[in-house]
Every structure is written in structure tokens, then in C-alpha cells.
């Protein structure tokens, strides 16, 4: 049986179970999975309500007060905010994500006065340490090196992994492979991602390390990789993501 008839017709599992089993992953049941849903289009109002580049830092208070403000976003309901509860605060080492958490209160702050709009990118970055990497990255490496993503809040990283379940069609285990759960990214407090201009989403992929840009910056001391091949926080090889040392 295909994994999305598994999930969709799975009705044997209990009725009120969060999850079911597929193999070793966990899948979302089919209640959790209309949530699921339903929250991750209501995210995407918001983000195309407040702006690309706004939604990487509003807080997730700011995002419940745009949605009971705003009819083309709508109030998050009960079951959404119930889940977007149970993404940040589980531990997901259940799902083989074992990843240091960085971020301990589901309406963490990103001042204004702590992060810089790098321009044309729709992107911010920390003042400090990571502001000044960047900016030495782009003098050692060139002007064909641009800013990917940078400061990701709970409510951008929450999108992301809500988004990666919906396309894995609810299944948790393969979504935090590739997207750290919202409570355990480092792009809430340092890291970034870079990538070479005109190569599209190919930056997001293996490919990314076969160009001179990662060549050259793995030449470089004063920056890491945070998730390197078969990292033991079960993350994806991901040579674009700089880690702030
Ligand atoms: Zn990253």
C-alpha cells in the first residue's frame, strides 16, 4: 500500500491516536491530518498577507493577532494552535531528529534592532558575528554568492516543517529529516544559508556542493558546516547551511 492510502484510509489505527506507524515512521492520523492542512493554508495567507521578508521574524503572537484581525487570513482554530503547540514543544527524537534545541518559548522575539535587511534577498540577518561572516563571505568568495535564508522565527520555521509534513503527506519522520523542528532550527539564533546566484533551487540540493563558491568556502576557518554527511543530529548533508562558529 502507497504511504498517502495508508494515511488516508488507515482505519484500523485508533480514532483519537495523533499518529500511526509506518514502518519505523510516524505518520499523522487522519484527524491530525485535516489540521494539518488547514493550518499550513492559513500560514501562507499570513505570509502573503504580511510580506515575504516580514514573515522570517514576526512572533507567533503578531501571527494569531493577524488572523483574528484579518479575514483573508482567519482566526487560527483551536486545533491548529493546538498543534502548532505540540510541533514546538515535542521532542522529536521520536522521528530520528536529534538536533540541539535553540529556541525554549514558542513567542520568541526578534527585535528589529538585533537583525539587518540584506538587500535583494528578502532576508535578514544578526548583527555580530553572523553579519560580519556574511559580509567577509561575500568579500573572499565573490559577488556571485548571495544570501538564501537567514533569521527564521518560530512562525517562518513552523511554515517550513508544517509544509514539508503536508508534502510528505503527514509523514513526520522523512519532514524532519530535511526541516529542523520549530523549536531546534539554528536560523533562529545564528546560522544562514547561502547559495550561488541563478542556480535556483538547485542550492538547496548535493549539487550545490559541486560548485567553486562551496569549493572556496570550504577553504575558510571562520566558518562551519553545521549538517555535514551523516550528521549525528540526522539532518540531510546540507553543505549551503553555515554554521556560526
Ligand atoms: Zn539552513
Known sequence: MKRRDFLLFGASAPLLANELLFGNDVILSKKKWATLVSLNRRLKRLKRYVGY???????????????RNYSSIGAF????????DRLFYEKPAKYGFYGSQTCYNIDNRVLTKDVVKIPHTGHFLFKGKTLSDYHRLKRDIGDTLTLTSGVRNVIKQM??????????HGNITQASFSIAPPAYSYHTISDFDVGVKGFGYLNFTAKFATTEEFKEMTKLNYIGMRYHKNNKDGVRYEPWHVEVI
Open 53 to 67: 521578508a516580514n514573515f522570517n521574524i514576526i512572533s507567533y503572537q503578531q501571527a494569531l493577532h493577524y488572523g
Open 77 to 84: 482554530t483551536k486545533d491548529e494552535l493546538a498543534m502548532m
Open 159 to 168: 511554515s517550513l516543517y508544517v509544509n514539508k509534513i503536508y508534502r510528505t
